[in-house]
């Protein structure tokens, strides 16, 4: 094999469930022939290639091997550091001379290179260099405990870097909810297929950055399953160029509903964001009260006094999809406005206290786009919110079914359940993004989107793509302080590439 | 390698054999007379990766392209090529660092402007007899050739 090549593969773009990325594997070690001890070995390879590029003055590392072929692939990490000739630790979950198959034959040549292990305690941990973590792989389904555990604990007090093989000992491969303890990585390499838990819920920070190797194995191994689920990429979809000639009513007219006493900024947070996406014309219905004041500092939204379903009505006439929930409150008000909407057959973005609404009137509708956290989709759901984190993509399916239309589930690797098609998962955004008017922000693009005639599944996802894009744009100035109202400059660059 | 192959359903077959041996990318050299197989033999490759629309000769498109689930097909045919900038104005350089499989027949009229090949599969035609040589030209093609003769794909036939 090439030894100057890269090993790494740039990441694509679909992901699947562990028992399918087993699946692969059977087949291609079973079918194919090739032999697993291969597979390892690349497997081993790859990950010693990443760490050297990415750490490459760490000249000390502390393998930690658990007792199957995650444990395995660390055993060939260490023979190839020490060939290298770097200082190798390694620190064994189970005697090694009870390791089975490929993990056995792969320590064995870690052996006969001169290697030793030494057996895990709790008193022993390393101080400096860098740490792998090759405990558990992406089998387990319950949570860790003992040994285990006391492993995982000693790895995440390190303060060095930690690279993992596969996944994260301790995250669960298909939902990327920890297990009770799971190592804090700062890069994980993942094997063959892409596991979806690795991008939703906790499976980003817990995988610091994720690196892909397939190991060079056949196309047909890839190909032998249909993806679970696939990431969404900001290059999705192309807004085409505008016509010389066009006019504002090419491109939409939307109503954003909400804005009670006290929280008219979401509204108007929302409405901005739909103009900075193109929305042709914007109008907001709020409370007379205020109306007024809403627009002073832009001008170009149109601003509407409504207290009753008759007045919101005659407005919506003239618009062409509507975002109600920003600020919306749950008061008789908005009650009223969010039974109005019911009365007609626009796009519909809801979003916030309009979901919280909806939660107590379980309507079920097509063409409606769904946008809650998951405070609101345990609502829908009649759960818990570690329930609905617990597997984020079965309660946005699930929110999906039960309310129709297209359920995007925010939060970190948000998830964009659409029928008949497979959830896409955002894999971009920061923690900065947990501020207020940050989700008021992504009913607006969407709504904006949807103006401009994108389907309700496109404009779902690449509305979602594009809010994260923008934030990771707005946040290279820092996380913390990020506001919603930083995205604007970027979510217009974002629409016109 | 040489392979006898007996009829098309074998050279199908050595096809989808292919499919089971290359990773997601990789450069196929088919050097074979008008008629020999070159392109039975993408066909057999894009039945086994389950696509099932028409697979024709790009003789005068000079490109087909084939996008599947993890990783896409360029078929090229170069006979035609009057000049290899031809290439160029198709965007060839635009794929090589992606995941992209390129078949591609007639290899000789663009050398130098093609990217460097992993394997090549000669398709002779002589009287009754069909054969086919396969010859690894990297180490890629090496690990190809030997999973190739692990697959059998004759074997089943």
Redesign the interface.
Known sequence: MATDRTLIDALPKFLYRAEQVRAMDDYAINTLGIPGLDLMQNAGAASFQIMRKQWPKLNHISIFAGSGNNGGDGYIVARLAMEAELTVRVFALAPPEKLRGDARLAWQAFQSAGGATDAFTINQSPENGLIIDGLLGTGLDREVSGRYADAIKIINKFNGPVLALDIPSGLHADTGFPLGNAVRADRTVTFIGLKQGLFTGYGQEYCGNISFASLGVPLAVQESQQPSSELIGVDDVVLPPRNQNAHKGNFGHVLVIGGEQGYQGAARLAAEAAMRVGSGLVSIATRQAHASAMNLTRPEIMCHGVECGGELLELSQRATVIAIGPGLGQSSWGREMLNTIFQHNLPVVIDADALNLLARQRCFRDNWILTPHPGEAARLLEKTVEEVQKDRIAAATAIQKQYGGICVLKGSGSVVCEKETIPGICPLGNPGMATGGMGDVLTGVIAGLLAQRLTLGRAARFGTVIHSAAADFAAKAGERGLLAGDLMAHLRKLVNR | MRIDLKDESQTMAIGAGL??????NGVIFLVGDLGAGKTTLVRGFLR???YDGIVKSPTYTLMEEYT????RVLHFDLYRLADPEELEWLGIRDYLC??V?FFIEWPKFADEFLPCPDIQFTLEHTGHHRGLKVAAL???GK?IES?LK??NPLDKQ
Do not use: Q
């Open positions: 499919f089971k041996s290359i990773p997601r086994a990766a389950g599947l689930n993890n990783t992606d995941d499989i990297s180490d890629k690990i999973r692990l697959v």
